[in-house]
DNA sequence: TGTATTAATGCATCGAATGTACTAAACTCT
DNA sequence: AGAGTTTAGTACATTCGATGCATTAATACA
């Protein structure tokens, strides 16, 4: 690696490094992204040159993260069940997470700085919807003739929409990171027993609805 | 109702009709707040008398929208199981976003400006993000003893990432009205039908896993 | 009719984000 | 090693969303 990657990686880090100290020290919306970079001794505009937006600072390791899931996806197991296949993927995910956001509290100061400032958390849940659109492009052409598009995306949304309320609730509540990391594991599982249940109503695929239970006499 | 607030609801709707058009005319982003403002013949800061912020336009039905499905909620039927108040909830939200934001094509407009525009895409799922949380809680207070308050966000959040996703690909692909409430509609049962197999790590709620599915030998 | 609300405006300001031109350092090639 | 090329960082200006504040004018109420 060539000494001006170095250095550009040594900004990089100091930015965020002042970011997240800040951060903590006065609240996200409080801080400005020129007191950032006074921080760490760079121009404003250098921030901007690094990432993309000021909640990015927050966000290092979201994609090699959304990657490993996406390989996992990539090269699914012969007769491997689509349950299988998504709970392998979110293994490979969450093990990351915990390996490198969990351990370091960094997940909890996300979580935190979130529940308290609106901004930050549009911005994080945005990020979560692009990761789901990817996940159920990639299921879509890993299984290919046993989905439909709609069908891929409903599934990757309830996963994940099931994961991150699990791991939100949880870090919301103080919980320790290992509790956290059982909760998002467990969230699918937990969300499918409840579900159970659920009335089918048709297949959206072939919407022959008959309209017995909605009062709407359409078509 | 005084002739006061009926001005003041008349100036409501024509920033909103001018936000609308323009916002198909030129695209989310490229539309200024002060051209909607000048289009409604109104003065920039009257807009965010009325709207908190620019994608508040788009969201109109949304707060009213959200209380239907807490009323569900509130008063669960004696005996009824999760799955089937969550399907009632479901049921009451969904006709109400056909009768207004299907039928006219608002629904429509904002996947398909969502699609394209990023920005306006994470306030969107903000929003969504902020639904959940006050369903998750509604839930927690309506089966008191039967849910942790950990259990019902993952379940809620199953459920609307299954219903949100399902509708943003029907609607992405252009599906008419009634097949996109139909995809809305099977979601949740879509769902829970292909996570069936998902393995149960654990309960979340008593953490005391064994380890031995993953790798990581902490605790 | 006189007084208190309050919708709407104008003006100033802040902060995030982007475009452009420029400097200085690091790389490359001979 | 030196000339030329790339590129990280800076300075400056600008756009746009959003908020605060003082003011005006119309409505409501007594």
Redesign the interface.
């Known amino acids: 690696m060539g000494l001006r990657e170095v250095k550009k990686e040594r900004t990089r880090d100091a930015l965020a490094e002042a970011a997240v100290r800040l951060f903590q020290e006065k609240g996200y919306a409080q801080t400005t992204v020129a007191e950032i970079a006074a921080a760490a001794g760079m121009s404003t505009r250098t921030f901007f040159l690094h990432f993309p937006a000021k909640e990015d600072v927050l966000l290092a390791g979201g994609r090699p993260r959304l990657d490993l899931g996406l390989a996992v996806i990539a090269d699914r197991r012969p007769g491997e069940?689509?349950?299988?296949l998504?709970?392998r993927a979110l293994?490979a995910m969450v093990?990351d997470v915990?390996?490198k956001d969990l351990h370091s509290g960094l997940a909890a100061m996300r979580a935190q700085l979130a529940a308290t400032e609106?901004e930050l958390?549009?911005?994080l849940?945005?990020r979560?919807?692009a990761t789901?659109s990817e996940l159920?492009d990639a299921l879509l052409r890993a299984c290919p003739g046993e989905l439909s598009?709609?069908?891929?995306?409903?599934?990757?949304?309830?996963?994940?929409?099931?994961?991150?309320?699990?791991a939100?609730?949880?870090l919301r509540?103080g919980?320790p990171p290992?509790?956290v990391r059982?909760?998002m594991?467990?969230?699918?599982?937990?969300?499918?027993?409840?579900?159970?249940?659920?009335?089918?109503?048709?297949?959206?695929a072939h919407?022959t609805?008959g309209g017995t239970?909605?009062?709407?006499a359409?078509?």
Not at 81 to 84: D, F, G, K, L
Not at 213 to 216: A, E, N
């Open positions: 069940s689509i349950a299988e998504l709970t293994d093990s915990w390996e609106p958390q549009a911005r849940v945005h979560l919807h789901q159920a598009p709609s069908t891929a995306a409903t599934v990757v949304g309830a996963v994940l929409g099931a994961v991150h309320a699990a939100d609730a949880s509540q919980d290992a509790r059982a909760a594991l467990a969230a699918p599982g937990v969300a499918a027993d409840l579900l159970r249940g659920t009335t089918k109503y048709v297949d959206p919407p609805w239970r909605h009062g709407h359409s078509e």
